[in-house]
T-cell receptor, first 108, second 111 residues
Framework: DAKTTQPPSMDCAEGRAANLPCNHS???????VYWYRQIHSQGPQYIIH???NNETNEMASLIITEDRKSSTLILPHATLRDTAVYYC?????????FGKGTKLTVNP | DTGVSQNPRHKITKRGQNVTFRCDPI?????LYWYRQTLGQGPEFLTY????????KSRLLSDRFSAERPKGSFSTLEIQRTEQGDSAMYLC?????????FGPGTRLLVL
């Protein structure tokens, strides 16, 4: 079973920041936090991952709380193409267990 | 390199028939994964390979399912005696580091 909790859906206005929360209160010390997204009818796409420090790449930023029990994925300027299901996953470098994710809808 | 490819993209079969799917990973990726996804659910792990060795199989992978990666490159997933409950998207992913790179999937419909 997935070890993370995410809201089932969120809405965001185009051009605004999208902040997607994730709870992972049972994360262990050596587990990473991964974020993937899946646009309709496509395979999931890797976004970002982190262990305990905040991370940023060209797609998004990942903020992990100091106790590592939750994290937030930030899309700084959401576009319509960011409409997708976003999955927060914790684990090592081997198999990943996906939950149901958050369906993000970016509205014009 | 154009990423992970999967063939066929769509497959319709009758209950009881056998089907085989192929996955070509990104070159040099030593790990290859199979996942299954049904409508409204996240992908479910089926199995994974490190090179040609199958290291883990989910309990979802019944004895009707078999996966191979004979030379550590492409992989096949075979489903024997298909059932309507096998209807799903079958996703393949590969990696050599942290990020899984997924293919477009094979959508199976069992009538």
């Amino acid at each position: 079973d997935a070890k993370t909790t995410q809201p089932p859906s969120m809405d965001c206005a185009e051009g605004r920041a999208a902040n997607l929360p994730c709870n992972h209160s049972t994360i262990s010390g050596n587990e990473y936090v991964y974020w993937y997204r899946q646009i309709h009818s496509q395979g999931p796409q890797y976004i970002i991952h982190g262990l305990k420090n905040n991370e940023t790449n060209e797609m998004a930023s990942l903020i992990i709380t100091e106790d590592r029990k939750s994290s937030t994925l930030i899309l700084p300027h959401a576009t319509l193409r960011d409409t997708a299901v976003y999955y927060c996953i914790t684990g090592g470098s081997e198999k990943l267990v996906f939950g149901k994710g958050t369906k993000l809808t970016v509205n014009p | 390199d154009t990423g992970v490819s999967q063939n066929p993209r769509h497959k319709i079969t009758k209950r009881g028939q056998n089907v085989t799917f192929r996955c070509d990973p990104i070159s040099e990726h030593n790990r290859l994964y199979w996942y299954r996804q049904t409508l409204g659910q996240g992908p479910e792990f089926l199995t994974y390979f490190q090179n040609e060795a199958q290291l883990e199989k989910s309990r979802l992978l019944s004895d009707r399912f078999s996966a191979e990666r004979p030379k550590g490159s492409f992989s096949t997933l075979e489903i024997q005696r298909t059932e309507q409950g096998d209807s799903a998207m079958y996703l393949c992913a590969s990696t050599s580091t942290w990020a899984l790179y997924f293919g477009p999937g094979t959508r199976l419909l069992v009538l």
